[in-house]
C-alpha cells in the first residue's frame, strides 16, 4: 500500500472507503512510527527509497494529506525500518536495502534534507530488526547474515557481535535495564525458537527455547514496568506472555492467549493511553485480514477495587523529550522522563522544584524531643523544675534516641538512605510526597467526617437524656 490510515482507537464499525489518507509515497509503505514525543507527528518509510515525516492535525483527518512536512533522501533502495530515539527528541534512524543504517536529526529546518547526521556501515546484509537500550546509547540489531550486532551509533563501531549458528535471529529486543537482549528466530531444523542473551557477552545465549514448528515470525514486545515479555506469531493467534528476572532461570512462561483469527500485523498502545481504572497493563491491535479488521486486545490484572493500583502502575516514560537532538549528538547520554499514570498527575515536563519546607517552630535544634507530628511533647512544654525535672530527663534522652532511630519520612529512612542521585530517583521521592500529601488529606477528611459523626450523636445523646 502506498497510503496509511488514520483513525482514533475509541472508533468502531465499518470505515467509509472514501475515509481519508496519509499518501504521498511512490512505493509500497514498509513501516510506519508515531514520534514518542508528539502524538500528532509520524514518519513513514517506503520501498521508494524515501522517509517522510507527517504533521497530523489536531482535529485528525478531514482530506487526504499529499504534503510531508519533511523528505529524507539517502538511501539508494527501499527503506524497511524506522526507529526514533528513545530519549532524544527529532533524531530518527532509518536502514535500508543498501544496508546502511541513517541517523537523521529532524531539528534541521529544511523541508527536503539529504544528509543524515550520521550513517553506519556495520552491515553485509539487510537489517531485520533495530533495538535502543533505555537511554538510547546503544542499537542492537538483527541482520538477515544471522547476527546480532551491538553498536555504538554515535562513533559508529560495533561493540559486540554474535554469530551463533543454532539460531538464526529475525528479530532483537533490548530487556529494559536489564543488560539482556531478546531475539526471536528459528533453529536448525526450521523450528521457531526464541533466545536470551547477555548483552556483554553475545558469543553463547543464556538460554535457548524452542516453540513450535510453524513458519510465521515472531515479534517481541517488552513491558519494563512490570517485566512482561510478550512474543507474538505472525500467522498465529496466539500471544505468548513471560515474566523476566535478573536471575536464573531469567524466563518464566506465565500463560498465552488464544484465539481462532490469525493476525498478519500487530502494534501496541503506549502505557499512557491504557484505562488505568480497568487495570489493563499492555494494549495489543492486531492486523486480522481474513476480517478486514483491527482488533484491540488488552492485558487486565483482575482487581475487584477500582482505585488506582500502584503496584502495577510504576512511574514510566512519558511524552517529554530527555535530551535534545544536538545534545545526544554531543555525547550526552540521559534516561527518560517518568511520569505517573495516576489520573489527574499529568506528564512531568522537567524535574521537579521542591519548595523549602517551613520551620514547625522557631527552634530547629533536633536536640528537643519531637512526636511523629512534629510537635513538642507537652512535659516539655510545661517545663516542670526541680526534682520532677531531673526525673524526666532520662526518659527524654531515651525519646531522643528512640526517635533519631525511626526518623522515617514517607518510609524513606533519612540516617540511613542516601539521598537520590539521579533524576529518575528524585522523580520517584517527589511521587511518593504527593502520594503521602494526597493520603494525608484523605485522612483529614476521614477524621472531618467521623467529628461531625461523633458530634451528631453527641447532640443526638443530649437530646434524648433532656427528654426523659
Not at 294 to 322: F, H, N, W
Not at 393 to 422: A, H, I, S, Y
Request: aromatic letters at 8%.
Amino acid at each position: 500500500l502506498t497510503s496509511c490510515l488514520m483513525f482514533v482507537f475509541f472508533q468502531t464499525g465499518k470505515l467509509d472507503p472514501h475515509y481519508p489518507k496519509i499518501c504521498g509515497h511512490k512505493g509500497n509503505v514498509l513501516d510506519i512510527k508515531w514520534n514518542p514525543f508528539n502524538d500528532f507527528v509520524i514518519a513513514s518509510c517506503s520501498e521508494d527509497a524515501t522517509i517522510k515525516i507527517w504533521d497530523i492535525p489536531r482535529h485528525l483527518l478531514t482530506k487526504n494529506i499529499t504534503n510531508p512536512k519533511k523528505e529524507l533522501l539517502g538511501h539508494v533502495r527501499r527503506v524497511g525500518l524506522i526507529e526514533w530515539h528513545p530519549t532524544a527528541n527529532n533524531i530518527l534512524f532509518s536502514s535500508g536495502y543498501d544496508y546502511k543504517i541513517m541517523i537523521w536529526n529532524l531539528d534541521n529546518k529544511e523541508a527536503v534534507i539529504s544528509n543524515p547526521v550520521k550513517i553506519l556501515d556495520a552491515h553485509k546484509d539487510v537489517v531485520l530488526s533495530m533495538s535502543f537500550n533505555t537511554d538510547g546509547s546503544l542499537l542492537a540489531t538483527a541482520c538477515r547474515d544471522r547476527k546480532i550486532r551491538l553498536i555504538d551509533p554515535r562513533a559508529g563501531t560495533v561493540l559486540q557481535e554474535a554469530s551463533y549458528k543454532s539460531h538464526r535471529v529475525n528479530k532483537v529486543l533490548f530487556l529494559g535495564n536489564m543488560k539482556k537482549l531478546f531475539s526471536t528466530g528459528t533453529s536448525r531444523w526450521n523450528n521457531r525458537q526464541i533466545a536470551l542473551w547477555d548483552q556483554n557477552d553475545l558469543s553463547v545465549p543464556l538460554l535457548e527455547e524452542d516453540l513450535d514448528g510453524s513458519s510465521g515470525l515472531l515479534f517481541p514486545f517488552y513491558d519494563s514496568d512490570t517485566h512482561m515479555l510478550y512474543v507474538v506469531g505472525k500467522g498465529d493467534g496466539n500471544i505468548r506472555y513471560y515474566e523476566i528476572s535478573p536471575e536464573k532461570p531469567y524466563l518464566n512462561y506465565l500463560m498465552e492467549y488464544r484465539s481462532h483469527l490469525p493476525q498478519k500485523g500487530i502494534g501496541m498502545m503506549p502505557k499512557r493511553g491504557l484505562e488505568v481504572s480497568a487495570c489493563e497493563i499492555f494494549r495489543f491491535y492486531k492486523l486480522i485480514p481474513t476480517k478486514n479488521m483491527i482488533e484491540p486486545v488488552s492485558m487486565i490484572v483482575p482487581r475487584r477495587s477500582e482505585s488506582y493500583q500502584e503496584d502495577i502502575y510504576p512511574l514510566t516514560t512519558g511524552d517529554k523529550p530527555a535530551l535534545t537532538a544536538q545534545e545526544w549528538l554531543n555525547g550526552i547520554n540521559k534516561g527518560p522522563l517518568l511520569v505517573s499514570l495516576r489520573p489527574g498527575y499529568g506528564a512531568v515536563n522537567s524535574l521537579p522544584q521542591f519548595p523549602e519546607p517551613e520551620p514547625l517552630m522557631k527552634t530547629t535544634d533536633l536536640s528537643q524531643p519531637q512526636d511523629q507530628g512534629g510537635r513538642m511533647p507537652l512535659e516539655d512544654v510545661q517545663k516542670p523544675s526541680g526534682a520532677e525535672d531531673s526525673r524526666k530527663q532520662p526518659e527524654v534522652q531515651e525519646k531522643l534516641l528512640k526517635n533519631e532511630r525511626t526518623w522515617l519520612t514517607n518510609g524513606f529512612d533519612m540516617f540511613e538512605c542516601p539521598p537520590p542521585k539521579t533524576e529518575n530517583e528524585l522523580l520517584q521521592m517527589f511521587y511518593q510526597q504527593q502520594e503521602e500529601i494526597r493520603r494525608l488529606r484523605e485522612m483529614v477528611n476521614q477524621r472531618d467526617v467521623q467529628i461531625k459523626q461523633m458530634e451528631l450523636e453527641l447532640r443526638n445523646l443530649c437530646t434524648n437524656t433532656g427528654r426523659h
